[in-house]
């Protein structure tokens, strides 16, 4: 049984676009245009290790804000990107991840999950896609 639900994660992994952690609001604007399909962008460092994660609902509702484009573009990601990402890797269970969902601020429970195959950012798993699984 554990190796069917491994196969089943796995294929739901999708490809997701990805900035380094140096990167500027601006930069990562310039990324989700040139993606518009993306739900989400994983920030990582160099050794493509997550280390935050932008869901581009939010950041697009803080860059058309108060404080809005003007005064963001020129931060860096790190200060719109979520820090506590929920990861996953190829030996994560189906209901393993959605306990850990359950248990997650309600704002964040939606968030993409950022899945590592070998040490490093492999694509994300929409959380749908995971509720909606047999």
Not at 67 to 96: N, V
Request: net charge neutral; with cysteine; glycine share 6%.
């Amino acid at each position: 049984m554990n190796a069917s639900v491994k196969l089943e994660l796995s294929e739901m992994v999708r490809p997701a676009p990805r900035v380094f952690v140096s990167q500027t609001c601006k930069e990562t604007l310039n990324v989700l245009l040139s993606n518009p399909d993306a739900k989400c962008i994983v920030v990582t460092d160099k050794q493509e290790k997550p280390l935050g994660l932008v869901m581009c609902d939010r950041f697009f509702f803080r860059l058309t804000g108060p404080y809005g484009i003007d005064m963001l573009f020129r931060e860096s990601i790190i200060k719109l990107m979520s820090r506590t990402p929920l990861i996953a890797t190829t030996g994560a269970s189906s209901e393993s991840l959605l306990d850990q969902i359950g248990q997650r601020p309600a704002a964040i429970r939606n968030d993409s999950i950022v899945w590592m195959e070998q040490g490093k950012f492999a694509g994300v798993i929409h959380v749908s896609d995971l509720v909606q699984m047999p």
